[in-house]
């Protein structure tokens, strides 16, 4: 099992109903590959650092992904991001192993034995049954 | 102990990520990266900021996300 976090910024020239919708799009793609979306924060409208495509404003929304292991439709999602020039930008990052290795290291002073212990080699989804 | 003369008075630098048991830089924490791009926008270097080799590394990765989606700047001039 893997987690994903997306997060992308659309022009904020979109109206907040359209990002609704293409939100929705996109998250009808997702699930359809099979995964599932765990939860979704619109950030709403946000300064940006720097102005992209002289635009000084975007719209942020974010959206944390949970695969079931195996394929996910993340690779054709990022494809029609590309392609839709309402999207300023987009970044896909994978969250389990960073999040697990933080997680593995903070409860560990404290309760020793319950921490998974047995770690082999592998990217298959080893499931500790540990929430994050 | 016998050293002589000048003795350096250096402000023993800690890890603030160690410090504070950070273990997941989150490059959406605008507020933490911020403290480490100082006016021009550059990556504080460990040198300055004390940070160890590890956390430095994560923070980075963290740092150029947020650029990426101009969340920080690159530069600022």
């Given at each position: 099992m893997r987690t994903y976090e997306l997060i992308f910024v659309v022009d904020p020239r979109v109206s907040d109903e359209d990002v609704v919708t293409m939100t929705q799009e996109?998250?009808?793609?997702?699930?359809?590959?099979?995964?599932?979306?765990?939860?979704?924060?619109?950030?709403?409208?946000?300064?940006?650092?720097?102005?992209?495509?002289?635009?000084?404003?975007?719209?942020?929304?974010?959206?944390?992904?949970?695969?079931?292991?195996?394929?996910?439709?993340?690779?054709?999602?990022?494809?029609?991001?590309?392609?839709?020039?309402?999207?300023?930008?987009?970044?896909?990052?994978?969250?389990?192993?960073?999040?697990?290795?933080?997680?593995?290291?903070?409860?560990?002073?404290?309760?020793?034995?319950?921490?998974?212990?047995?770690?082999?080699?592998?990217?298959?989804?080893?499931?500790?049954?540990?929430?994050? | 102990m016998a050293r002589p003369r000048k003795v350096f008075f250096r402000r023993r630098k800690v890890c603030k990520f160690c410090a504070d048991k950070i273990d997941y830089i989150d490059y959406k924490d605008v507020k933490l990266l911020q403290q480490f791009i100082p006016e021009r926008s550059k990556i504080l270097p460990r040198r300055i900021s004390g940070t160890c080799a590890r956390h430095q590394r994560f923070l980075q990765q963290a740092i150029k996300r947020a650029r990426h989606l101009a969340l920080i700047p690159f530069t600022t001039d």
């Open positions: 996109y998250k009808q793609m997702i699930a359809h590959g099979g995964s599932e979306i765990t939860s979704e924060e619109n950030w709403g409208r946000r300064k940006l650092a720097y102005p992209i495509e002289k635009l000084t404003e975007g719209k942020y929304v974010l959206l944390n992904i949970q695969s079931q292991g195996g394929k996910t439709s993340l690779p054709e999602v990022e494809h029609r991001m590309r392609q839709n020039d309402k999207i300023l930008r987009y970044l896909t990052v994978r969250t389990d192993e960073d999040l697990k290795r933080a997680a593995r290291r903070k409860p560990s002073p404290s309760a020793g034995s319950p921490s998974a212990s047995s770690e082999p080699a592998g990217d298959e989804d080893l499931d500790t049954g540990e929430e994050i | -």
